[in-house]
């Protein structure tokens, strides 16, 4: 690498230096050489302060992870013949795992003869849908993959803007009332007036 495109630390850029002249000129500044684009034609290299480099990108990285939501997905299962109590438990613990945000996938599996009864599976799955929708919706909807059939529920979304759109609708409704029952009282005070005979003297 005879030769580098230097960038200072603020974004000025100088021009195409020796590699040797690059670091003479970084260390001037008490600060360091870094490569920055290894590919580009001649390879670009910025002087800056590596120790606060490192810190910065650490700070950024550890911030974007913060921002990161993480979403599991869990699992209940159920067998064709699943009684109500089981059926309640496992529905309760799916109800409690959407609500805390996961993903919830309910599989259904068949064995041996049961495989030719698989409305049976159906009918818990879309039991399942209805007791949950006020929480959940439907990523998936039900599928079969060898000797089960599953479904994806997600957690519902939007509802709290929703609730604010309807507000919201609700205020403009009652605010084009307001003008419109204005409107008429003004119109009927100008209606009276039109009717007063003028006084004479």
Request: hydrophobic share 35%.
């Amino acid at each position: 690498m005879p030769q580098v495109r230097v960038v200072a630390e603020d974004g000025e850029e100088f021009r195409v230096m020796d590699t040797r002249d690059a670091i003479r000129a970084a260390r001037e500044k008490g600060m360091d050489l870094v490569e920055v684009a290894p590919n580009a034609e001649p390879p670009v290299c910025k002087i800056i302060d590596y120790g606060k480099y490192q810190y910065l990108a650490k700070k950024k990285a550890n911030e974007a992870k913060k921002k990161q939501v993480v979403i599991t997905v869990k699992e209940v299962k159920f067998r064709p013949g699943t009684d109500e109590h089981d059926y309640s438990y496992r529905m309760k613990h799916a109800r409690e795992w959407l609500t805390g945000g996961d993903k919830v996938k309910a599989t259904i599996w068949f064995r041996g003869r049961e495989m030719t009864h698989r409305e049976l599976g159906a009918r818990i799955l879309e039991k399942l849908e209805k007791d949950l929708l006020d929480v959940a919706e439907v990523e998936m909807r039900p599928r079969m993959e060898g000797n089960q059939m599953f479904t994806i529920f997600e957690p519902k979304r939007h509802k709290k803007a929703e609730g604010g759109k309807q507000e919201a609708d609700g205020r403009r409704r009652e605010a084009a009332g307001a003008r419109q029952d204005a409107g008429g009282a003004n119109e009927a005070a100008t209606t009276a007036d039109s009717n007063q005979k003028p006084s004479s003297f």
